[in-house]
């Protein structure tokens, strides 16, 4: 942070403390999934995609995006489209864009690499591009779309994710503070069944359809050749582009879920709200921005006044500048000692590369000792057997 | 293509003499092929002094770049992203010497320096992470079955000194089935100075470069130094080559399915005896250059210069003889070369510029560079089990003998059988080859790799088949797409300074029934059912002659029933008794 934003602090402060804090969040994230492969499921691309292009619309940049596609609808060669998905017949709209940023794709979709995701159990060599750098302030849209069943939800068509592995890493997160609130949105058949078992506090639960419901497309595109939209997104969709045109929107999520009619999406979305701390009340008026939007709040733990911060500052510049200095005088001291740098002695460089394959040149003569050795034992053999009748 | 290299090669030359003029050099050739196809080739340089870049004071090196590669302790690296075949016959040489190209997919290679190979692989992993993170590929999949340590066909083509020299690994691992799509455009073009916005970069779309019949994005961050001085610098090179279709280009986005022309649109040969209105033979119009112009080939005008390119090399070079027309927006100034074949741009540095090459009968055209080599590459054989590959190795030169070296790396389940190797010259055994070099798969560990040092006389064939088996992957190791087959990456032919690289191969492993394993479940439900049913009615039940039976009768029942019905009569005239 600059300097002078610094300075500009005690104007925010004093802004923010007519604001209860507390329930306050400093970013927002998404994840955005889809879990399904092969060309006839470009619907389901479509639908993650045109969720990134909302959520980029409204202010959450590409790095605080965690999109994972599962195949390559854009180049795909059956696309007549080449490096575009559309998700609507109109083709008013480019999903994939000059701009896009896919961090988890083709066969890195996968149950465990979302698990991992979620609880940010990864190797060290992850970069951070491909992490959910979250904490205890955060909000979170999750999304997730593809084919699924009652409790479960296919990846590629190879694997399942079942709602009891969902609801157990929403916990985890929770235990590791990796999220504030959570926004669980979900299209497919039987959705609301994955949510079902969702016991971690401040989690807003929807999901496209109930039990025994399939989830619908909308419909389909003629000359890309399949259908281009599920019903429950493409009304979310119409929502958010509709009602919620700019970040200062107050829209809420009361006004969202009230928006859905079961006679246009063919099936019977469901909310859970008893997870959340202000049940359905508190929920309800909770802001679209507050998951969809990217806020900037500045949280600060104690309220000081202008000249404790100054001291403080002054304080850190100084520190700054003898570390700095420290640093230097040893960096200096190590190049006059390793000036004449010493080449590694008594060190043996072990490589491994592949092998020269050799062409014998006496392979004739060698045959022909081992021939000679053969009749020589065979010689002896007859001799011995001669011998003894 | 002689003409177009060794004028690139004097502008590197003057550039490694007098880098202090600029340190970001951009230029863009065009170069139409046949039929109706045209060659764009994009290059964008940078230098960095050495010094600057070991402490962090990046100017036109990509800072996100230039912090993976000190972190991975990487001193010299090659990335490439291809799709698409490069047809040699029709298209000749492959630009760039093929120097500038990989495989089908994503291809790495780096030197690492590190003391020991564990180190090596360790830093390989950062890299290939870190990577991963970068272009938004799936690089962290080049693991150790997919990386190799190639021993001759790559050679580290910058300045490194003797002292790291004996450091240094050479890690390469190839991607054959990652997509190359708009994601990693977006990162390759961040890298750029001018980012896309200005200069030949705008003219870069991800919907025209997707849709090329050919297309290689390839990134090299190589050390130079100047002989015989201290002063070093790094070098970074991006290229983007494409081959697009004119016709396909034209096509406008938004609805770029061909669809029947409209009969008064139709241009028709009116020289024919039958022409009349509902007949109609096509005009021949392949004696003519078609015509095109830049906003309709990359969907817009080039959008300025970049301002960071300040070293006065003609930003936009042509190559087309000097009898094509050529029109092109004000402000721009042409300079045409004394070959007869080229001509460049001199820029108006803020107005946009559009270039227009009418549709013209021109018999003289540019001439193909023949290439050294045509290399291509089959399987053979059949069944589940075992396979074959075939190289068919062509030398077209009628002088000149070719020396080249020729390698493989194969996954760990295609086993390859060394003694089946074989290469005949225009059918007959003769040993062509002079050495090689051979590291045998271990399961699950590493994958083959095979490096053949051969030579081909002038005019002559060579074809190289070698035998493999299939290995049978364990269940979970198969791909959501198992029945698509597995990418085999593309062989690497190396002949000096310039590479080719032939297709990538598609192998059919066996592949089970993924639903199997329900099945065995459902039967062997079943069969336990069964058995379970039937033995626990033999430890339970009691088992009698039918003729031991009690024999189910009318008049028992009958009987029984009536003395139950007494029993109860008797009791209840009992109690009415006692109660009197």
Redesign the interface.
């Known amino acids: 942070m600059k300097l002078s934003n610094l300075l500009k602090l005690p104007a925010v402060l004093a802004l923010l403390a007519s604001v209860p804090t507390a329930a306050e969040h400093t970013s927002n994230w998404a994840v955005l999934v889809s879990t399904s ?2 060309w006839f499921n470009y619907r389901h691309l479509a639908n993650v995609l045109s969720l990134y292009r909302t959520v980029k619309r409204l202010g959450i940049p590409d790095s605080q995006i965690i999109l994972m596609l ?1 195949d ?1 609808m ?2 795909n060669p059956r696309n ?5 998905v559309y998700s609507n017949a109109d ?1 008013a709209v ?1 999903l ?8 988890y ?4 979709v996968t149950v465990e690499n979302f698990i991992r995701l979620l609880t940010d159990r990864v ?1 060290e ?6 992490r959910l750098l979250t904490d205890d302030r955060s909000n979170i849209l999750v999304y997730m779309t593809g084919h699924g069943g009652n409790e479960f939800l296919k990846f ?3 694997e399942e994710i079942s709602a009891f592995d969902l609801a157990d890493a929403f916990e985890q997160m929770w235990e590791k503070k990796r999220y504030h609130e959570l926004l669980f949105m979900i299209d497919t058949c039987q959705a609301n069944t994955m949510y079902s078992k969702f016991y971690s506090p401040n989690i807003i639960a929807t999901g496209s359809s109930e039990i025994d419901q399939s989830s619908y497309s909308h419909h389909a595109d003629n ?1 890309v050749g399949v259908a281009v939209i599920d019903r429950y997104t493409y009304y979310n969709l119409d929502f958010l582009e509709k009602e919620v045109r700019e970040p200062s929107s107050k829209k809420t999520l009361g006004d969202l879920f009230d928006s859905y009619d079961e006679a246009k999406i063919h099936s019977h979305p469901g909310i859970r709200w008893d997870l959340f701390a202000g049940g359905e009340q508190g929920g309800r008026e909770r802001l679209l921005m507050d998951f969809f939007g990217n806020v900037q709040n500045v949280e600060v733990d104690s309220v000081g006044n202008d000249t404790e911060l100054k001291e403080d500052l002054l304080l850190l510049g100084k520190k700054i500048a003898e570390l700095r200095a420290r640093s230097e005088a040893e960096e200096a001291a190590e190049r006059n000692q390793t000036s004449p ?1 010493p ?2 002695e008594n ?1 043996t ?9 050799e062409v014998d040149e006496n392979w004739w003569g060698k045959k022909a000792v081992g021939a000679w050795a053969l009749a020589g034992c065979s010689l002896v053999w007859l001799a011995a057997s001669y011998m003894e009748s | 293509m002689c003409q177009l290299r060794s004028l690139l090669l004097v502008l590197v030359a003057i550039f490694s003499l007098v880098h202090a003029i600029s340190d970001y050099h951009e230029q863009l050739v065009l170069r139409p092929l046949q039929p109706s196809l045209l060659l764009a080739s994009f290059n964008f340089q940078s230098n960095t002094s050495w010094e600057s870049f070991e402490q962090q004071n990046f100017r036109y090196f990509p800072r996100s770049l230039g912090q993976i590669l000190q972190h991975a302790n990487t001193r010299e690296l090659h990335l490439r992203f291809s ?1 698409g075949q490069w047809d040699a016959e029709s298209w000749g040489a492959r630009p760039w010497g093929g120097r500038r190209e990989g495989g089908t997919g994503v291809e790495l290679w780096a030197w690492v320096e590190a ?3 564990e180190d090596a692989d360790g830093r390989w ?2 890299l290939t ?2 990577l ?3 272009f ?3 690089l ?2 080049i693991d150790s079955t997919r990386t190799t ?3 001759m066909s790559f050679q580290p083509s910058g300045y490194h000194t003797n ?1 790291t020299l ?2 240094l ?1 050479l890690l390469h691992g190839t991607l054959p ?7 990693n455009l ?2 390759f073009l961040k890298l750029l100075p001018c980012k896309g916005k200005a200069g030949i970069s705008s003219l870069l ?7 090329a019949s050919w297309q290689s994005m390839s990134l090299d961050v190589t050390p130079l130094c100047l002989p015989g001085s201290e002063e070093c610098k790094l070098q970074i090179t991006q290229t983007i080559d494409m081959v697009l279709d004119i016709q396909r280009s034209k096509r406008p ?2 609805n ?2 061909p669809r029947p022309v409209p009969s008064e649109e139709l241009k028709c040969d009116t020289s024919k005896p039958y022409h009349s209105s509902d007949v109609c033979f096509p005009l021949d119009t392949t004696s003519q250059e078609e015509d095109w112009s830049l906003a309709q080939i990359f969907g817009h005008a080039m959008k300025g210069t970049c301002p960071l390119a300040t070293d006065g090399i003609d930003p936009v070079c042509i190559h087309v003889p000097h009898a094509r027309q050529v029109y092109w927006s004000e402000g721009a100034q042409e300079h045409k070369d004394k070959s007869g074949y080229m001509r460049c741009f001199e820029l108006a540095p803020e107005s946009d510029f559009e270039m227009i090459l009418p549709r013209q009968e021109i018999s003289e055209k540019a001439p193909l560079e023949q290439p050294l080599l045509y290399a291509q590459r089959s399987f053979i054989g059949y069944g589940q089990e075992r396979g074959g590959v075939q190289a068919i190795l062509t030398n077209p030169s009628p002088t000149s003998a070719v020396d080249f070296v020729y390698m493989e790396s194969l996954p760990w389940f295609m086993k390859l059988y ?1 003694h089946t190797l074989t290469a005949k010259i225009n059918g007959n055994s003769e040993d062509v080859i002079q ?5 045998p798969a271990l399961d699950r560990k590493r994958g083959t ?3 053949v040092r051969m030579f081909i006389p002038a005019n002559s064939t060579v074809i190289l088949t070698y035998e493999f088996e299939k290995a049978i992957l364990r269940y979970t190791e198969y ?3 198992a029945n698509r087959g597995f990418d085999i990456a593309s062989a690497v032919i190396t002949i000096g300074n310039v590479s080719i690289r032939t297709t990538s191969l598609l192998l059919p492993l066996p592949t089970p029934d ?1 639903s199997m394993p329900y099945n065995v479940i459902i039967l062997t439900s079943t069969v336990m059912a069964l058995a379970f049913g039937s033995i626990f009615n033999l430890l339970v039940r009691r088992f009698v002659g039918a003729d031991e039976a009690e024999k189910l009768d009318i008049r028992m029942l009958r009987r029984k029933v009536q003395a139950v019905a007494s029993r109860l009569s008797r009791r209840f005239m009992k109690k009415t008794a006692k109660q009197e």
Do not use: W
């Open positions: 492969r092969f599962p390559d854009a180049c007549a489209f080449p490096g575009t083709r480019d994939y864009g000059d701009n896009i940023e896919v961090d794709r083709g066969y890195e190797g060599e992850m970069p951070r591009s491909k590629q068509d190879a000359d740098r080449l590694l060190h460089t072990r490589r491994v590369t592949a092998a020269k394959v | 799709l003391e020991t190979d992993l950062t992470n870190a991963s993170g970068l938004c590929a799936s962290n999949f340590k190639p021993v002292s004996s450091n690994h089935r990652e997509v190359v799509c708009t994601e977006t990162p779309d991800g919907h025209k470069l997707f849709d986005r938004d770029p399915i060394l050495e090689m070099y051979y590291r790799q095979l490096e791909p959501p797409d993924f």
